[in-house]
């Protein structure tokens, strides 16, 4: 044995080959953390003391090759000063320099995931092997960074400028054949066949079959590039990536600069290009942020894996309801795998839902992500059905049929008596109690709420809504299926609008109050769109529709009349009294064309902006800072009280809920992670400023006061706090 740690091993094979076996104790999955980082060091100097190697082949006993650096450890690292950083990322170049430098050649046998500093490893030997299935990719920039320990320097020399760009800018995970076509790894072949071809790659690269030593020299010489190719390359690329990134993630661009800077240079003058330029990002807010997203995520994963490991089996499932939303919640199911029934009363409706799932259907297959066998695959896998036939085989059936608390009631009770003692109910509800519509049930301990995001085939979140007698077998029943989908669910507690939706209607009240005042709405969209949300207030209530926004608008002044209820007519009564209903008829605070793809493309409207002024009560002039302030402190305020009164159990589930639910801009990182950005007494006393003039809906919880005066944020273990984000 040459080298042995906790997360690697070095032997000699016997034939003077060192196998380096990646294999980190007590973990399912591979990652660079800085141990794992130190044990490389020792291995890697052990074998430049033994005399006896003529080779290297690294490769994983794990299912994945390596995942990349341990993101647990970005926060408390980046929290550090842009020299220690700089110094952290040689250390590494050192370490991979030391391997590609190596007296004889070296191979990677890539059996699954190699990304970020995996992929990277990856680069620094002579030649890759890739298994069939692998993928191998350099995410960075989508945690606002960019690739920091060779993946600029190396990918380029080897893939070129162009491919290099859109693998690092895009941050893809790209399938083995593609790594292959553009030049990343040498072989593909499957998994069993991976370690006998890395071993003859060695063997024919010591026989002078292949020249490794010349493969090594390209890596470490300048781009081979002339300067008209250059810019072309890199100048094309940069306003490209610019306008698909947006003004809010700077890591894209970033990322060209770096390897556009150390095209013309040497392998350590671009690798020291590369180590400055990702410490300046890694201070940013941005990339905190997205760290803190990924972090998030991991949390809401693996509570939805608890509760996936508690649950029955849902091997058969129904909807009730076709149509569009029905539609879309078949097709999600039928493209995933479980079976499902459709049932509606309708004849028309059935097919309609069963048009919805074959339009998307065929979209998949248009897309090249599914075959036409597939296509018919998951077409067979939705049955439809004007009655309760099969019902008695069903595991859980979501209820989907329109959003009025009677005929919900009475479909529930219907279905109820058709299903199995076992089987779970759920209804697609956006806003009606889940408690009371189980009122109606002889089971209400197998019902919860299961509210879905439209379009459903798009929309990551799925609501998983506990009742007052919800159980937990219902509950991780409805999220094992919710996972299935492949959605994100997370669990919340009964309310009206439950989280998102109460979350989201304080944001519509600042909007109306905004518009009273004598905000343009248009303006207000504009401020908004900047501050980095997908569509302004105007523009989404359009999409929302103004007669679901009326409804959801009645049933939060009923549940919150205190702050939420208002008197007078608001903008958007004024809308849905005048049939200005948003896209659905082609009209609301905009009018909608068809653009050239036949989708609806907003127009400003006169009469809607002369319908507005009916409302007008005052003529203010608002800054883009006065009209954020009064956009986002009642929404964060909102989402502040969901996690005071249990609605949501952690922060991490409340932030991830708004940017998979609404689209708040995720380099923000969520409603909480602002106010903490902000400050949290500084928050207050905005908060407190605007209440004064504006009422209880931007007024702090006591709560919130206690916390800014102990100093509290809602993300204690966060090693760093960021400046203000404006």
């Known amino acids: 044995m040459i080298y042995q740690g906790n997360a690697l091993s070095v032997a000699n094979n016997g034939d003077g080959i060192a196998i380096m076996t990646l294999d980190l104790q007590g973990e399912s999955i591979n990652k660079l953390s800085s141990a794992v980082i130190r044990e490389l060091q020792d291995a890697v100097k052990n074998i430049q003391a033994d005399k006896n190697l003529r080779g290297l082949m690294i490769a994983s006993a794990k299912d994945a090759f390596i995942v990349g650096a341990d993101i647990t450890e970005f926060h408390g690292m980046f929290a550090k000063d842009e020299a220690f950083l700089v110094n952290m990322n040689q ?28 992929c990277e490893l990856t680069l620094t030997t002579d030649f890759r092997v890739m298994a069939e299935k692998a993928q191998i990719g350099l995410p960075e920039t989508k945690l606002g960074i960019l690739p920091g320990w060779g993946g600029c320097v190396r990918l380029p020399r080897l893939a070129g400028a162009d491919n290099a760009i859109e693998w690092i800018a895009g941050g893809t995970q790209n399938k083995a054949n593609a790594a292959l076509k553009n030049g990343v790894v040498d072989a593909v072949v499957p998994v069993e066949r991976l370690e006998a071809a890395a071993l003859d790659i060695l063997s024919r690269a010591n026989a002078g079959e292949l020249n490794y030593q010349a493969r090594r ?19 094309t690329a940069k306003g490209y990536v610019a306008g698909k990134a947006g003004p809010h993630y700077p890591a894209p661009i970033e990322a060209i600069k770096v390897i556009q800077k150390g095209a013309g240079e040497g392998r350590e003058r671009a690798q020291a290009i590369e180590a400055k330029a990702f410490a300046k990002l890694a201070k940013t807010d941005v990339c905190f942020n997205l760290v803190g997203l990924f972090l998030n995520d991991q949390l809401v994963k693996k509570k939805g894996s608890q509760y996936e490991k508690q649950s029955a089996a849902v091997e058969q499932t129904a909807v009730l309801g076709a149509g569009i939303m029905g539609g879309g919640i078949a097709y999600q199911s039928a493209y995933k795998g479980t079976p499902i029934l459709m049932k509606d009363i309708k004849e028309e409706a059935i097919e309609l839902g069963l048009k919805e799932a074959r339009k998307l259907l065929s979209k998949q297959v248009e897309r090249g992500k599914l075959s036409t066998d597939k296509m018919a ?19 859980l059936v979501v209820e989907a049929v329109v959003e009025n608390p009677k005929i919900k009631s009475a479909v529930l009770s219907e279905v109820e008596e058709q299903v199995g003692d076992n089987t779970i109910l759920t209804s697609n509800t956006s806003t009606i109690s889940i408690t ?51 959605k994100t669910p997370i669990v919340v507690n009964d309310c009206p609008g439950f989280l998102v939706n109460r979350v989201l209607f304080p944001y519509f009240g600042g909007f109306s109050l905004l518009v009273e005042q004598g905000a343009d709405f248009e303006r207000v969209d504009k401020v908004m769109e900047k501050f980095g949300w997908p569509m302004g207030p105007a523009y989404l209530l359009d999409v929302v529709g103004m007669d679901t926004a009326v409804h959801a608008n009645e049933v939060m002044a009923e549940g919150f009349p205190e702050r939420m209820a208002r008197d007078g007519k608001t903008a958007i009564q004024t809308m849905y009294e005048n049939d200005r209903l948003g896209q659905k008829n082609g009209k609301g605070f905009y009018g909608y064309e068809e653009d050239r793809k036949g989708k609806p493309k907003k127009v400003s409207d006169d009469q809607a902006h002369d319908l507005v002024k009916q409302v007008v009560a005052g003529n203010q002039e608002f800054s883009d800072d006065d009209i954020i302030a009064r956009m986002m402190v009642p929404l964060c305020l909102e989402a502040v009280r969901c996690l005071e009164d249990d609605i949501v159990g952690t922060p991490a589930e409340a932030d991830m809920a708004l940017i998979y639910g609404i689209g708040f801009p995720p380099f923000r990182g969520g409603a909480l992670r602002y106010i903490d950005a902000m400050g949290v007494a500084e928050f207050v006393e905005l908060a407190d400023k605007l209440s004064a003039e504006l009422g209880p809906l931007y007024a702090p919880t006591d709560k919130l006061r206690e916390m800014a005066d102990k100093g509290e944020c809602f993300y204690a273990n966060d090693a760093q706090s960021t400046q203000t984000q404006a």
Do not use: W
């Not at 020299?217 to 100048?235: C, D, G, H, Y």
């Open 91 to 118: 250390e590494v170049h050192a370490l991979f320099n030391a391997i590609e430098d190596l007296p004889f050649p070296t191979v990677t046998a890539i059996n699954g995931l190699a990304l970020g500093g995996g």
């Open 377 to 395: 695959e998951a077409l067979s896998n939705i049955r439809p059905t004007l009655s309760y036939g099969d019902f008695s085989e069903v595991d």
């Open 217 to 235: 020299e390209e890596k470490k010489a300048p781009l081979r590039l002339n300067a008209i190719e250059q810019m072309m390359a890199f100048e």
């Open 436 to 486: 009371q519509l189980a009122q109606s049930l002889k089971r209400p301990e197998n019902f919860c709420g299961m509210h879905f995001f439209n379009p459903v085939h798009r929309m990551p979140l799925v609501e998983v809504i506990r009742g007052e007698k919800s159980s937990d077998a219902a509950i991780a029943a409805t999220v094992a299926y919710a996972r299935k989908m492949g």
